[in-house]
């Protein structure tokens, strides 16, 4: 049977991709030192017979033994509150991190996809946001820790390709949600679910009119696996183009809750993208992939999830 390794196999995005391996038939080992990944995600496979969890730093070396298919990079703190937490952690999984797994898809002759971010773009100064787009990060602000090691690790990435003959693939993450996201992690939708179940007022960078597009986790998983399917090597941003304010996602949260909280507004951290929406022409063509989970359904299952986790 197919053997996949997933580093950051515990995470939000990392559990699920792990789920849909397993329902593929694979053989699935995850890899996680649980810095910011939980073991309560990978609960309901305990007993699983084709599934396997060590714990450990990917910026080591990872030693498999037997053959493997592929590699799916996962491992990273993800969101701003984490990375900001761990910067150093961060730019090593990035860097040390990418390192050690391509060096693993290169023995094993395997397939290597690398999950990037829409955060390479930095604050775009296009809109929507493209493959062929470099991007406006800058490199010594307190979020380049996690900018630039991601955008580090795709340049590492198509190294290994064109030098080492690596099957490699990229695919450029934006906002996702659903269940499995942990209520702490500082992200504006487990922000807002939360202190909307609370009732505490829930608060707004800055004035709210800056834009993101979220895409429910089912909709990624599927993206993601269609990638690996595919001989795409170049980035491939995978998202949702349906785009909203913070302003406007909050107040859906509140309806959708029934929450009485109000809205407060609090200082907009530096280097906070004003807007932020894949143009996804590359994923439909060479995909054949579209998101579908409209927001109000992905919403309502998220917001069940954090209702049975209180």
């Known amino acids: 049977m197919p053997r996949t390794v997933i580093t950051g196999g515990a995470g939000f995005i990392g559990s699920h991709l792990v789920d849909e391996f397993l329902r593929r038939g694979h053989e699935v080992l995850c890899l996680d030192n649980l810095v910011t990944g939980r073991e309560r995600n990978l609960e309901h496979l305990r007993d699983h017979p084709r599934f396997r969890f060590v714990r450990q730093d990917v910026t080591e070396l990872i030693v498999v033994d037997g053959p493997v298919d592929v590699v799916c990079h996962f491992a990273s703190p993800a969101s701003p509150r984490d990375y900001l937490a761990f910067p150093i952690q961060t730019l090593k999984v990035g860097a040390l991190g990418t390192h050690k797994a391509l060096g693993l898809a290169k023995a094993k002759r395997a397939r290597f996809l690398i999950a990037s971010t829409s955060e390479v773009y930095g604050d775009p100064l296009v809109h929507p946001q ?20 991601k955008r580090f690790a795709e340049a590492l990435t198509m190294a290994y390709h064109r030098t080492h003959g690596v099957d490699t693939r990229i695919v450029r993450i934006f906002n996702t949600y659903g269940p499995r996201m942990r209520a702490d992690d500082g992200r504006a939708l487990p922000n807002f679910i939360s202190q909307a179940l609370r009732g505490d007022p829930i608060t707004v960078y800055g004035d709210g009119s800056q834009t993101r597009s ?97």
């Open 214 to 310: 979220f895409c429910y986790v089912s909709d990624l998983v599927d993206g993601i696996c269609r990638l690996i399917d595919s001989d795409l090597h170049d980035p491939v941003n995978i998202g949702n183009d349906e785009e909203i304010s913070i302003r406007g996602i909050a107040e859906e949260v509140i309806r959708l809750t029934g929450s009485r909280s109000e809205l407060r507004r609090v200082d907009l951290p530096q280097d906070d993208p004003k807007v932020r929406r894949p143009d996804l022409r590359r994923a439909r063509e060479g995909l054949g992939w579209a998101p579908k989970v409209p927001r109000d359904e992905g919403l309502r299952k998220t917001i069940d999830y954090f209702l049975r986790e209180r």
């Open 130 to 149: 493209p493959e062929t787009y470099w991007g406006n990060v800058n490199p010594v602000g307190p979020r380049a820790v996690y900018d630039e090691a």
